[in-house]
């Protein structure tokens, strides 16, 4: 199974752009990449998926390398609300999907 | 609309009992799946259920089962409980495979 790599954390000042990396080399052409976070005490929380264009939606943006071996989920304005842990996984298009979290990135956002 | 509803939110048990969790998906989701976070092992895929059926496991032993109704609701079962077993046991659901999950508040099953 594609597995994910993410350093561990990372600082962000507030109000500031964050960029979250996450390299995926073993990626097949039918995993979708997508960006969960887990805030302290809560489930993780969907954030953006994508395959191979960038994305954007209200919470952040997804910028998928043109190889599709490594992608950037991006905050552009970091608040204290998001400091969680952010995680990088790979899922099917379809069928069975066995699901790999890793460690995430843990983020704290500095006032 | 309503989220993934997770019931009992804590739950403590003895070693050898046996524990029954459940899930209620949003409505409409077909796929559910479970997942056991703890702080040392982070968060472990058990398994996936679409249409009633099991479609995926993780590595966990025999002793953690599940099940899906027609209705999509799920339970996951542990037997012969074990103090590792501690840990927090969340449900998610999803339209289909490569849409986002969405993830229950969880059950926190403490084994003593």
């Known amino acids: 199974d594609a597995k994910t790599t993410q350093p561990n954390s990372m600082e962000s000042n507030e109000e500031e752009p964050v960029h979250l990396p996450c390299n995926h080399s073993t990626i097949s052409g039918t995993d979708y990449i997508h960006w969960y976070r887990q805030l302290p005490s809560q489930g993780p929380e969907y954030v953006i998926h994508g395959l191979t264009s960038n994305v954007n939606n209200r919470m952040a943006s997804l910028a998928i390398a043109e190889d599709r071996k490594s992608s950037t989920l991006i905050l552009h304005r970091a608040t204290l609300r998001d400091a969680a842990v952010y995680y990088c996984?790979?899922?099917?298009?379809?069928?069975?999907?066995?699901?790999?979290f890793g460690t995430g990135t843990r983020l704290t956002v500095i006032p | 609309k309503a989220g993934v509803t997770q019931t009992p939110r804590y739950l403590i048990k003895t070693r050898g009992q046996q524990v029954t969790l459940s899930c209620s998906p949003i409505s409409g989701h077909r796929s559910v799946s479970w997942y056991q976070q703890t702080p040392g092992q982070g968060l472990q895929f058990l398994f996936e259920y679409f249409s009633e059926t099991q479609r995926n496991k993780g590595n966990f032993p025999g002793r953690f089962s599940g099940r899906q109704f027609s209705n999509s609701r799920s339970e996951m079962n542990v037997s012969t409980l074990e103090l590792g077993d501690s840990a927090l046991y969340l449900c998610a659901s999803s339209l289909e495979a490569y849409y986002g999950y969405t993830f229950g508040s969880g059950t926190r099953l403490t084994v003593v």
């Open positions: 996984i790979l899922r099917k298009q379809t069928g069975a999907n066995n699901l790999f």
